[in-house]
């Protein structure tokens, strides 16, 4: 399927079926299907695009002029659903977005993220007046420089680990995440030793759910039934 001009006249006019109204009458632009749209269109799209809560997009490639004109879209989510890899200039734009502008971004790759890429994601420590905001990453594997850049986020960071188990040197460096909640889930599951690693941090709590291949480690302060409750979140009432 092509992103044509037709497809972005439709948007821009407010007629697209893409427009789906969320919770909260919340409008979302849906383009999880499409794998490529030129860098032109995306800024066609931003330059006139208002009152978006989130978009997701399904393009398999993303360049740092995508990047740039995503984020002056002024969204509060940003799904990246279909990429092969992450861009390490890319990564770098998304993670230079000033803190009280800055969407939850969510990202999943079909490629092991670079040290590089996941040290520019995250970016730099948000100033005592700002935080930052969630972050999703789900990889088909991941490295321990890698862990320790995801590592630095400061706020929610969820991880996910498709086709490995992580080691336990992995998940040390994962327990010492900068922000007050990690959620971490692993396909593979966990190893004795994996889970033991992640709790060596005095000053987290860690639990495993049950059957599920997830494990919270979250600050003593900030720990809730939430993080007890086995059941999946669409169950939750």
């Known amino acids: 399927?092509?992103?044509?001009?037709?497809?972005?006249?439709?948007?821009?006019?407010?007629?697209?079926?893409?427009?789906?109204?969320?919770?909260d009458d919340a409008l979302w632009l849906m383009l999880g299907t499409f794998r490529h749209i030129?860098?032109?269109l995306l800024e066609r799209l931003a330059t006139g695009t208002q009152n978006l809560?989130?978009?997701?997009?399904?393009?398999?490639?993303?360049?740092?002029?995508?990047a740039k004109?995503?984020?002056?879209?002024?969204?509060?989510?940003?799904?990246?659903?279909?990429?092969?890899?992450?861009?390490?200039?890319?990564?770098?734009?998304?993670?230079?977005?000033?803190?009280?502008?800055?969407?939850?971004?969510h990202l999943r790759l079909d490629e092991p993220i670079s040290e590089h890429a996941a040290a520019w994601?995250?970016?730099?420590?948000?100033?005592?007046?700002s935080c930052d905001r969630p972050l999703t990453v789900s990889v088909p594997s991941i490295t321990l420089?890698?862990?320790?850049a995801l590592s630095r986020h400061t706020h929610?960071?969820?991880?996910?680990?498709?086709?490995?188990?992580?080691s336990p040197d992995i998940a040390e460096a994962l327990s010492g995440h900068a922000g007050y909640s990690l959620t971490l889930d692993c396909d593979c599951g966990f190893s004795d030793e994996t889970l033991q690693a992640l709790s060596v941090n005095p000053g987290k709590r860690t639990r495993k759910l049950g059957e599920r291949n997830r494990v919270y480690v979250v600050d003593h302060d900030m720990w809730s039934n939430y993080y007890e409750d086995d059941r999946f979140p669409c169950e939750l009432h």
């Open 1 to 23: 399927m092509e992103f044509d001009d037709q497809t972005l006249d439709d948007i821009l006019s407010g007629r697209s079926p893409y427009l789906e109204q969320h919770c």
């Open 38 to 40: 030129a860098d032109d």
């Open 53 to 66: 809560e989130g978009i997701e997009l399904g393009i398999n490639q993303l360049s740092p002029r995508a």
């Open 69 to 105: 004109a995503l984020l002056e879209m002024n969204i509060d989510f940003l799904f990246l659903t279909g990429l092969r890899g992450l861009n390490e200039q890319a990564a770098f734009v998304l993670g230079a977005c000033p803190f009280d502008a800055r969407p939850i971004r």
């Open 121 to 129: 994601l995250v970016g730099a420590p948000p100033p005592e007046d």
């Open 145 to 148: 420089p890698v862990a320790q």
């Open 156 to 166: 929610e960071l969820y991880l996910e680990v498709r086709d490995e188990m992580l």
